[in-house]
């Protein structure tokens, strides 16, 4: 079983759409777990952490399921900005393991 | 402030040179990382330099690969003996601290080709 999995899409959806990502990992002991985003030939950048008690970024929600080892990401009114890779980052201790992300197009 | 930088932004070598990759990071920053992203593919750990620690090398895929830093300041990753499966992407991240929970700001990246 992959540390971190994500499903890969493509997600295509019309402006203005709500839509969720999830993600899986299989370490019980991972301390961190975080949603990166990864623009086409970018580096990956920081969209938000994930807590427990779920956390809210204006149109971003993050979600966490230690007992499931479960997190999900929901963005609603998605714009045609959001379009890219959303990757599923865990931390368990030093370096991050990335999920293979979950791409996003938003279409007009 | 300035961010991660990385050079070259582009290497193309033949099969079995060897080749160099350079990170700076953001100043202050205690933690640097290598990451390695193939075509369509997640990010691979490399390696991890913690302040004066030890570097853990457990994502090193092969004794080809090696890293060193200065201090708290430059990386220079090196692969000797490139082969067609190092053409990859690779990142240098870096981070105020190598506890958990902080953010990681990544470079733009080498984007290596081996012919």
């Known amino acids: 079983r992959k540390e971190v999995e994500q499903d890969p899409g493509p997600f295509n959806v019309p402006e203005g759409a709500t839509v969720a990502f999830n993600c899986t990992y299989s370490?019980?002991?991972?301390?961190?777990f975080f949603w990166y985003r990864q623009d086409c030939r970018k580096e990956p950048k920081l969209l938000m952490s994930?807590?427990?008690s779920g956390n809210e970024d204006g149109r971003f929600t993050a979600q966490l399921n230690r007992a499931s080892q479960y997190i999900s990401l929901l963005i609603r009114d998605s714009k045609l900005s959001d379009s890219a890779t959303y990757l599923c980052?865990?931390?368990?201790?030093?370096?991050?393991?990335f999920g293979k992300g979950t791409t996003l197009s938003v279409s007009s | 402030g300035a961010g991660v930088s990385q050079s070259p932004s582009n290497k193309v070598t033949e099969k079995g040179k060897d080749v160099e990759l350079r990170c700076d990071p953001i100043?202050?920053?205690?933690?640097l990382y290598w990451y390695r992203q193939r075509l369509g593919q997640g990010l691979e750990f490399l390696i991890y330099?913690?302040?004066?620690?030890?570097?853990?090398k457990s994502g090193l895929p092969s004794d080809r690969f090696s890293a060193e830093r200065t201090g708290e300041s430059v990386s220079t990753l090196t692969i000797q003996r490139t082969q067609q499966e190092d053409s990859a992407v690779y990142l240098c991240?870096?981070?105020?601290?190598?506890?958990?929970?902080?953010?990681?700001?990544f470079g733009p990246g080498t984007r290596l080709t081996v012919t």
């Open positions: 980052v865990v931390n368990m201790g030093t370096a991050l393991i």
């Open positions: 370490n019980s002991a991972s301390q961190s």
């Open positions: 991240a870096s981070s105020p601290s190598g506890l958990a929970s902080y953010e990681q700001y």
């Open positions: 994930v807590y427990s």
């Open positions: 100043s202050g920053h205690t933690a």
């Open positions: 330099f913690q302040g004066n620690s030890a570097p853990d």
